[in-house]
């Protein structure tokens, strides 16, 4: 699975972006999606995750709960995040990664957990 994430750019505070996540190859619907990001000096954090087909749940840091919202259309392979009321410390390069799974309620958290990654796109937020 190759992924490509797009979508990053510079906001101002109060802002909002969505970044897209887009996989090649088949089987997409087999694969749990995360988004992480990583600011400068620090390390990759987790963000936010979703199953394999999408209504068997999500996952939220706390610190986006309420602001993000992870999607996935599976007949378009992509995985959406939608990043409204954007802070400053949201500012980092957020990657997405897949891990293939069998069962349809795995949403993991950890980074370990996932086995491809896409590059990264920066995420700027002005104050």
């Known amino acids: 699975v190759q992924l490509q994430a797009s979508g990053g750019g510079l906001v101002q505070a109060g802002g909002f972006l969505r970044l897209s996540c887009a996989a090649s190859?088949?089987?997409?619907?087999?694969?749990?999606m995360g988004w992480f990001r990583q600011a400068p000096g620090k390390e990759r954090e987790f963000v936010t995750a979703?199953?394999?087909?999408?209504?068997?749940?999500?996952s939220y840091a706390d610190s986006v709960k309420g602001r993000f919202t992870i999607s996935r259309d599976n007949a378009k392979n992509t995985v959406y995040l939608q990043m409204d009321s954007l802070k400053p410390e949201d500012a980092a390069v957020y990657y997405c990664?897949?891990?293939?799974?069998?069962?349809?309620?795995?949403?993991?958290?950890?980074?370990?957990?996932?086995?491809?990654w896409g590059r990264g796109t920066q995420v700027t937020v002005s104050s």
């Open positions: 990664a897949a891990t293939y799974s069998r069962r349809t309620d795995y949403i993991p958290t950890l980074s370990n957990s996932y086995d491809y």
């Open positions: 190859g088949r089987a997409f619907n087999q694969y749990a």
């Open positions: 979703i199953g394999r087909s999408g209504g068997t749940g999500t």
